[in-house]
């Protein structure tokens, strides 16, 4: 059992920047999982932002226009939390963003949504023009 809590979102004016963290509580070792970054606007579909290895050293980054340079997914493994750095943040960043945990080999950074086993209840990132 994973709990996932994130935190760092807030209101933030466009160009700005944000760092989520998602601080991870769990019955193995947080470097057994790779984590990931997913966020969902209103009305819209969940979609992915960013995964990580378990040891830090693979990302995968969402193949978007919208989104590619400006994100930055890391990891702390000794302090049980993974981030997401967020540059130049535009209006249509707007949405909420989930961390997720999925046990996965070393290296693998690209795993399915549907097999990420554990979730945080997302915290709010507001980009206003």
């Known amino acids: 059992q994973v709990q996932l809590v994130e935190s760092g979102g807030g209101l933030v004016q466009a160009e700005g920047s944000l760092r989520l963290s998602c601080a991870a509580a769990s019955e193995r070792t947080f470097d057994m999982y790779a984590m990931a970054w997913f966020r969902q606007a209103p009305g819209k579909e969940r979609e992915f932002v960013a995964a990580?290895?378990?040891?830090?050293?693979?990302?995968?980054?969402a193949d978007s226009d919208s989104m590619r340079g400006r994100f930055a997914i890391s990891r702390d493994n000794a302090k049980n939390t993974a981030y997401l750095q967020m540059n130049s943040l535009k209006p249509n960043d707007t949405a909420v963003y989930f961390c997720?945990?999925?046990?996965?080999?070393?290296?693998?950074?690209?795993?399915?949504?549907?097999?990420?086993?554990?979730w945080g209840q997302g915290t709010q990132v507001t980009v206003s023009s």
């Open positions: 990580i290895s378990r040891s830090g050293r693979t990302t995968n980054y």
């Open positions: 997720a945990a999925a046990l996965a080999r070393a290296g693998v950074t690209r795993i399915p949504s549907s097999e990420y086993d554990y």
